[in-house]
């Protein structure tokens, strides 16, 4: 292991380090703190001048309650659930089909096929803006939660592709082979022999795009307005000029905003993790 | 093993599975990839060349758009501070290494350090910037204070043109370094004990160690640490948007936030400029995506 494992130097050497660990995170995860005390914080408190001492009272239940009885960010929550949910179902869908076809089948095309899904995934964003909104109203599908997802959709295709295809890749080819030999139809290979091993995949696909979705801000704000149909990423702006100053609303709000995707973190850390570090190992 | 199916002639489908197959698992995900992506590419660069405010008719201007670029103050300046984002950015890769060797350890609750190390990256870019953005706040935020105990005098990072850029660097490579941190702490993981140890006994060790035996093991995590840090940093567009929207005057803008404010603001709807602009984004982005490509052609061709 490098570097050398703390149990194998002096006894002061691993004391040192315990005692660093909690001081290097506190100050790592200082902003975060600084926002999840003023979201606990009763407005007085900002008006006294007591900005980082404890709190004088613990308003943490009131602001959070009003967080979602005052304002609308239940709504903004839920626009981000059917926006988010349909995305994942629908990427994780079409490119467990394509990883499938680029991962088994040799033909001539593949290769070109897999870099134009490759390379599509890494453009920015503002090359597409335009057009994309053009398609979408003209679709009508501008304002929509559906415009969104279609989006997102076929964005996401890309970087799933590339993920499923290098994962069906690593496959025993073996299996395939006897199916075939068998006399397995290629439909049914795929439903009954790839795709029961593909599960690992699926639920490290699902939660990075998970995440990657409910984080959206450009394209909730290119193709959507309004309480109706925006994403919470884009409802905080609307929210905060609701509660312009009120630091411990808009902290509260802010972290009830970031905590789907860091719960689901938290959850399947293993699968998270998994599909974000594919590749950093031969 | 059977071989009854072998010859006998069955449908069109049985004969010609192997080579039909393919195209039919492709063909919605190129569908949807070719109406969303691959031809709006195409369409943006079609549109530079137009001016529109996305509603009339399109007027034809050749390379006028380009031409006003050359010319626009505000172009340059999202051009620098685009520069100043990739270099900087590329921090993020040192900094992760250095918290992923301090992490690598085995003492009790580690795996709970590094999740919480971690975990900045799951959250939204908009509340990062938000977050950030209130740290820095001179009334409100711990950033002066903090400052001041080093005996630095209190500033107003992002209402200076000076300062603000760097400010929303610095809150962009929090999640960033923990990114970067999480793909070295996996390389960490695969580098083989026998080397370590072996290099330990021919005395390697400290920055030697790393250099000549650990950081050539850890090449496939620096590669993907590289183009993530890259894009990420073309990328930038969430937290300018949160923390300044490109202010004060100006001065924060990168090329991603201006061809935004040039099409879709109060500014007017001038879809032609903005896609000029988007262009000479993709084509900076489009050499690192024909190094990537290149680099994925040469494994392929090794396996």
């Known amino acids: 292991m490098f570097p050398t494992p703390v149990e194998r130097r002096s006894a002061a050497v691993q004391n040192t380090y315990k005692a660093l660990l909690p001081l290097a995170l506190i100050l790592w995860l200082l902003p975060l703190l600084m926002v999840a005390l003023f979201s606990i914080k009763p407005d007085s408190d900002f008006t006294q001048g007591n900005l980082w001492g404890l709190p004088s009272a613990f308003a943490g239940f009131d602001n959070y309650t009003r967080v979602f009885t005052d304002s609308a960010m239940p709504r903004y929550l839920l626009n981000s659930v059917f926006i988010t949910v349909p995305t994942v179902i629908g990427a994780v869908a079409l490119s467990c089909m394509t990883g499938f076809a680029l991962g088994v089948y040799r033909f001539r095309s593949n290769i070109w ?42 964005f996401q295709t890309g970087f799933c592709t590339l993920f499923m295809r290098n994962f069906i890749r690593a496959l025993p080819r073996e299996l395939i082979e006897a199916a075939r030999v068998e006399g397995v139809s290629e439909i049914r290979i795929f439903w009954y022999v790839v795709l029961p091993l593909m599960r690992p995949a699926i639920a490290a696909l699902s939660v990075l795009i998970f995440t990657f979705i409910w984080n959206d801000y450009f394209w909730a704000v290119v193709l959507t307005q309004g309480v109706e149909t925006q994403p919470v990423t884009a409802g905080i702006t609307a929210f905060n000029s609701q509660f312009r100053a009120a630091y411990h609303m808009m902290s509260a709000g802010s972290i009830i905003a970031a905590l789907p995707p860091v719960m689901m973190f938290f959850l399947m850390q293993k699968h998270f993790i998994a599909g974000l570090t594919l590749g950093a190992v031969k | 093993m059977s071989v009854s ?131 820095y706040n001179p009334s409100i935020g711990l950033f002066n204070p903090l400052i001041g105990l080093f005996g630095f005098a209190p500033m107003n990072v992002l209402g200076n043109p000076s300062t603000v850029t760097y400010g929303i660097i610095a809150a962009g490579l929090w999640p960033q370094i923990a990114y970067c941190m999480i793909l070295y702490l996996t390389g960490l993981n695969a580098v083989d004990p026998e080397q370590v140890e ?77 896609a000029a602009i988007a262009v000479i984004l993709f084509l900076i982005m489009l050499v690192y995506i024909a190094f990537f490509l290149w680099r994925m052609w040469r494994e392929e061709r090794g396996v």
Not at chain 2, 68 to 88: M, T
């Open chain 1, 113 to 154: 096929i897999f870099f134009m899904f490759v390379a599509g995934n890494f453009v920015p964003f503002q090359i597409l803006m335009v057009p994309v909104r053009d398609l979408t109203l003209n679709m009508g599908l501008y304002d929509t939660r559906l415009g969104l997802v279609l989006f997102h959709i076929a």
């Open chain 2, 5 to 135: 199916s072998e010859s006998t002639p069955r449908g069109w489908w049985h004969r010609n599975q192997m080579r039909a197959a393919p195209w039919l698992f492709l063909a919605p995900g190129i569908a949807f990839f070719a109406l969303y992506v691959i031809y709006p590419i195409f369409q943006s660069f079609n549109i530079s060349f137009y001016r529109w405010d996305g509603l009339g008719e399109p007027v034809p201007v050749g390379f006028e758009n380009y031409r006003q670029l050359l010319d626009d103050r505000a172009f340059y300046v999202s051009l620098r501070n685009n520069v100043r984002w990739l270099v900087l950015y590329l921090l993020a890769i040192p900094a992760g290494l250095f918290i992923a060797l301090f992490l690598n350890q085995q003492v009790r609750g580690i795996r709970l350090y590094k999740s919480l190390f971690f975990f900045p990256f799951v959250i939204s870019q908009v509340v990062v910037g938000l977050v950030f953005a209130w740290f």
């Open chain 2, 198 to 274: 072996a290099a330990r006994l021919d005395g390697a060790r400290g920055w030697r160690m790393l250099w000549y035996v650990i950081l050539p093991q850890l090449r496939p995590a620096t590669f993907i640490a590289v183009v993530v840090t890259v894009i990420g940093a073309l990328r930038s567009f969430d937290m300018i948007s949160v923390m300044t929207n490109g202010g004060p005057f100006g001065s924060s803008r990168v090329l991603a936030y201006y061809m935004f404010e040039v099409s879709l603001s109060e500014y007017g709807f001038r879809m032609g400029y903005g």
